[in-house]
């Protein structure tokens, strides 16, 4: 599965919709009147040693299945998970609002014991997420990054990120992608989009123009993908934009000042800490005195068009970018109505 080099539907199987919503109908749970489900009343443990998945998605196939939704609350502690928490496709005439609210995002960690595409699939828009590490990497194995996108989310509309943390994803922190209307969404009180993606080094490419081949790295199994930047050679003009991964090759931005064969050393950094896919409805959001740091690609990458406003916070040690609006060719329309204030 490629996040980001080509469309991505990540839509849920018949088998799996239909597990889930047997999850959600399994457990008998009554909610307080504030409509708050605790994680922890349908047998999550947080203790870092038991495999919480089941009991995290009982939880939300539960609340998404009820009408008018609720809050899930995470008590502190430390989510380990075997596979990705999936939150059904929402019938929008249900009016289904959940939310996800931790302690903070030092002391409610989500993470995945085994290798996984992505942690956490997020659909729905409204509500918020609020006080929840997302973690790429498995605190209880040596950090071993697992997960290759801590969250993939759409048709998110009106969704409120805060004090919410993605880090030590493989590839992305947060991949928003372009499927479905994600408009108007607000990152704010010190989001964090840390450590995530990664550095290949390699002599084995050679290119001129627009075009690169490898012999021996592996576009699918490296995790190669469209947004990320490679780097040949130093100085001005040596770093390229990844705008399309196709076979054993990319497509890159401008095109290349000299032709090179192999022998030559590249690295390619892939990932960010937030990509926002290009799409229709991918347009204005909101980021405030939030954190981007130590990406191996670029902080923020945005896709969108139009209409997204970054005040405050910190774009730091990053390995090619703190910002990256546009994609090179990807994009035939400019983005447009973009501002940067104090950041």
Request: hydrophobic fraction near 30%.
């Amino acid at each position: 599965m490629a996040f980001g080099s080509k469309k991505s539907k990540y839509g849920l199987q018949a088998s799996t919709a239909k597990k889930i919503k047997k999850l959600g109908e399994e457990v008998t749970f009554s909610e307080r009147p504030d409509r708050t489900f605790n994680v922890k009343a349908f047998g999550a443990k947080g203790n870092g040693q038991a495999d919480d998945w089941r009991a995290l998605q009982q939880a939300i196939a539960f609340a998404y299945n009820k009408q008018g939704g609720g809050t899930l609350f995470f008590p502190p502690g430390l989510y380990r998970i075997s596979e990705p928490l999936e939150v059904p496709e929402v019938d929008s005439e249900k009016q289904t609002i959940v939310s996800w609210v931790g302690y903070s995002d030092q002391t409610t960690i989500i993470a995945p014991s085994k290798p996984m595409d992505y942690l956490v699939r997020m659909r729905g828009g409204d509500g918020g997420i609020k006080g929840i590490r997302f973690m790429g990497s498995d605190p209880g194995n040596g950090y071993v990054r697992n997960a290759k996108v801590c969250m993939v989310a759409s048709d998110i509309r009106n969704k409120v990120f805060s004090n919410t943390s993605f880090s030590w994803g493989i590839v992305h922190g947060l991949q928003i992608l372009e499927e479905g209307n994600n408009n108007l969404c607000i990152f704010d009180q010190s989001c964090k989009f840390e450590q995530n993606g990664k550095v290949l080094t390699g002599t084995d490419a050679r290119g001129s123009g627009n075009e690169i081949t490898f012999s021996s790295l592996n576009m699918e199994r490296d995790n190669v993908q469209a947004g990320g930047f490679i780097k040949i050679g130093t100085g001005t003009g040596s770093v390229y934009h990844i705008d399309e991964v196709s076979g054993s090759g990319i497509k890159v931005s401008p095109g290349l000042k000299n032709t090179f064969r192999t022998g030559t050393e590249y690295k390619l950094h892939i990932g960010s800490g937030l990509q926002i896919d290009r799409g229709s409805d991918n347009n204005v959001y909101g980021i405030y005195d939030c954190h981007f740091v130590g990406n191996a690609g670029a902080g923020l990458v945005q896709r969108g068009l139009y209409g997204h406003n970054v005040q405050g916070g910190n774009f730091d040690s990053n390995g090619i970018a703190g910002i990256h609006i546009g994609s090179g060719t990807l994009n035939t329309t400019p983005s447009y109505s973009n501002t940067i204030h104090h950041a």
